[in-house]
């Protein structure tokens, strides 16, 4: 489905991805709000999410193995980066660096040039520690850790397959017209969240 109808797929997880923190079931460790404020956290905060959706969209126009490569190297690398946060190990700048990882990854989707699979790995790799710390300083006290992370980096790997299925348009002219222009979108919304964190 992904490959026929790009738009479809894309449709289809972001829904899954809205509907997914509505559900209920939990146990006694407070898993469903640690999962479900985990989940809805990258989703609530549009700098958050444009960002993952242009790893998505950059990996998709780069191709193998950039195509998995960066949606698979920006939510370990975001884990890691939580857990820096739960932690209390402080970070500078962390709104900066969230706002500048859309500027960037939307700008590098904008052009449509091609970098270096280690640059573009090292790049989606810097901009997820920063990330992943905001949602590890935000965890809510009485959520679980476990569940939230969970949460987060499944919401992650959602938005990067959305990214990813909205990129496959680029295999087509005007797609790649539609895609490049996203780009410039999410840059755009980067230099606002910018101008707000500076």
């Given at each position: ?22 559900a209920q079931a939990h146990d006694a460790h407070g898993f469903a709000g640690g ?93 997820a520690v920063f990330h992943g710390h905001a949602h590890g300083t935000e965890l ?59």
């Amino acid at each position: 489905m992904t490959t026929r109808h790009p738009l479809r797929a894309a449709a289809l997880l972001l829904t899954l991805a809205l509907a997914a923190p509505l559900a209920q079931a939990h146990d006694a460790h407070g898993f469903a709000g640690g999962f479900a404020s985990g989940f809805a956290h990258p989703l609530l905060g549009w700098d958050h999410a444009v960002a993952m959706l242009a790893v998505g969209l950059w990996g998709a126009l780069l191709g193998a193995p950039a195509l998995w490569l960066l949606p698979l190297a920006f939510p370990l690398v975001m884990a890691a980066g939580a857990a820096l946060g739960i932690a209390g190990v402080p970070l500078p700048a962390v709104e900066i660096g969230i706002a500048a990882s859309a500027v960037a990854l939307g700008a590098m989707v904008a052009s449509g040039r091609r970098a270096p699979l280690a640059l573009a790995a090292l790049l989606v790799a810097l901009f997820a520690v920063f990330h992943g710390h905001a949602h590890g300083t935000e965890l809510p006290q009485a959520a679980s850790p476990f569940g939230y992370g969970l949460g987060f980096v499944l919401s992650t790997v959602l938005l990067h397959l959305s990214g990813i299925a909205l990129g496959l348009l680029a295999r087509r002219p005007a797609g790649l017209i539609a895609v490049r222009g996203l780009g410039a979108g999410i840059a755009l919304l980067g230099v606002m969240a910018l101008a707000r964190a500076a």
